[in-house]
């Protein structure tokens, strides 16, 4: 029965859809992650700008207020007015926020921009690596140490709630890489009995077959454990 189930997924495409959705999901919590970033780039600036006895209209020219109006932080970020006062703010935003440097453009923009616009998935026929995906977000949000460690575990809770077990080593650059994806198993019957020899042992039920988890180990170029 478990074989006719993990073929007859396969031969329906139901892997595929499930893997679309897996794809998505991993996909839209890093997008959360970088609008994180952004509202804690918008509330930041604020707080240094109060702290400096200004206010935004002696921060920004007329049209970075209107950005900052519409919650556009970084574009808000790039029409600043010119003074001593506005540049003592910058300077300790830069301790946190290297992006708010005008040129040329920040890694952390490129990376934002990557992760709302979803531009990993125009890679020109070439393989797309959820795991380089994650240390970008990573790097994002290394201002805050818990939460950029909140970046991998929450992907790893993610696919756990689908039955899939997932593992990075840390390289010395503190990147992620070496992607292990295994399913996770579900055990019927056994138990006390089994360890008091008086029942059959337990039946191991493997919740994905190997093509699937093949697929998602490929997805975070990795290998199947």
């Keep these: 029965m478990v074989d006719h189930r993990h073929l007859s997924a396969h031969v329906t495409l139901t892997n595929h859809v499930r893997l679309h959705r897996l794809l998505m999901s991993v ?62 703010v910058v300077s300790g935003l830069l301790e946190h926020f290297p992006c708010v440097e005008r040129k040329p453009p920040p890694e952390a923009v490129t990376i934002r921009n990557d992760l709302a616009h979803f531009n990993m998935l125009r890679t020109g026929g070439g393989p797309l690596d959820l795991t380089a995906c994650v240390n970008s977000a990573r790097k994002l949000m290394e201002y805050d140490r818990k ?56 039946i191991v039920e493997h919740l994905h077959d190997q093509k699937f988890v093949r697929m998602v180990a490929s997805l975070f170029a990795g290998e199947v454990r």
């Design 147 to 202: 939460l950029k460690n909140a970046v991998s575990q929450s992907i790893i809770e993610m696919l756990e709630r689908d039955g899939l077990s997932l593992q990075w080593t840390m390289g010395k650059d503190h990147r992620l890489n070496r992607a292990d994806v295994e399913s996770r198993s579900a055990r019927h019957l056994g138990g006390l009995r089994y360890k008091q020899g008086k029942a059959n042992p337990p």
């Design 27 to 88: 996909l839209g919590r890093l997008l959360d992650f970088s609008g994180l970033w952004e509202r804690d780039l918008y509330f930041v600036t604020l707080a240094l700008i109060y702290r400096s006895g200004l206010t935004p209209h002696d921060f920004f020219t007329d049209n970075g207020l209107e950005r900052l109006r519409e919650g556009r932080i970084i574009d808000a970020q790039r029409r600043r007015k010119k003074s001593p006062d506005v540049s003592a």
